[in-house]
């Protein structure tokens, strides 16, 4: 009875995804044996806007979209950042997200490109690594923290939206997630959670 339940969930989410419009079915992968669903990198982005929107003294002024990374410009607290990112893990969880952040590329101060490649170049030796962490600490606002390896982004989840903070207030879902060219690939072991929370990612945003 568990293996005829099993399929016919898989079954029918196969043929909700099928059925979506055209708009949409371009967004969203499922692999079924690898119990992972991708979604497009256009998708990822709009979610990320509304979410992040919501972070005071933080503003996503542009987001490209690279094979192995995205190229983000922020204005944090007056600065204006240029980072290379891709997420690693992601948990929802009594109505909050925490997001970890790989940031395998360039992390810059616009302004001042060289004294960037210093502080990066400083951090990823560990020299200096406890007096650069306290400036990052003093620079970014409350949510966020990055050690030169890992930004880690945490808040609460918006009210309304694709990614309602309702959704998540008595259930929990924790995600590893793989950058590739086609889109953002999302793997958990709670696989009906995963696919809520894919049919959630597709609604209205």
């Given amino acids: 009875m568990a293996g005829?339940?099993?399929?016919?969930?898989?079954?029918?989410?196969?043929?909700?995804?099928?059925?979506l419009p055209e708009g949409l079915s371009n967004q969203v992968a499922v692999d079924v044996a690898g119990r992972?669903?991708?979604l497009s990198h256009a998708r990822v982005?709009?979610?990320s806007r509304g979410v992040l929107g919501r972070v005071k003294g933080f503003t996503?002024?542009?987001?490209?979209?690279?094979?192995?990374?995205y190229d983000l410009r922020l204005d944090v607290r007056g600065w204006k950042l240029r980072v290379e990112t891709t997420?690693?893990?992601?948990?929802?969880?009594?109505?909050?997200?925490?997001?970890?952040?790989a940031t395998p590329g360039r992390v810059e101060l616009e302004e001042s490109p060289g004294a960037s490649s210093l502080l990066m170049g400083a951090l990823r030796t560990g020299a200096g690594r406890a007096a650069l962490?306290?400036?990052?600490?003093?620079l970014?606002?409350?949510?966020?923290?990055?050690?030169?390896?890992?930004?880690?982004?945490?808040?609460?989840?918006?009210?309304e939206g694709a990614l309602a903070a309702r959704l998540f207030e008595s259930s929990s879902l924790r995600m590893t997630a793989v950058h590739a060219p086609e889109g953002l690939w999302l793997s958990a072991e709670e696989w009906p959670g995963l696919l809520d929370l894919l049919q959630a990612a597709l609604g209205p945003g």
Avoid: I
């Fill in 60 to 69: 996503l002024r542009s987001w490209d979209s690279a094979a192995a990374v």
């Fill in 36 to 38: 992972r669903v991708r």
């Fill in 4 to 19: 005829q339940s099993w399929t016919g969930m898989l079954d029918g989410v196969l043929a909700w995804a099928r059925a």
């Fill in 45 to 47: 982005e709009a979610l």
């Fill in 87 to 101: 997420p690693q893990r992601v948990e929802l969880a009594q109505g909050r997200y925490t997001l970890w952040l």
């Fill in 133 to 138: 962490q306290a400036l990052a600490r003093k």
């Fill in 140 to 159: 970014l606002p409350p949510g966020l923290a990055w050690d030169g390896q890992v930004l880690r982004v945490e808040g609460r989840l918006p009210k």
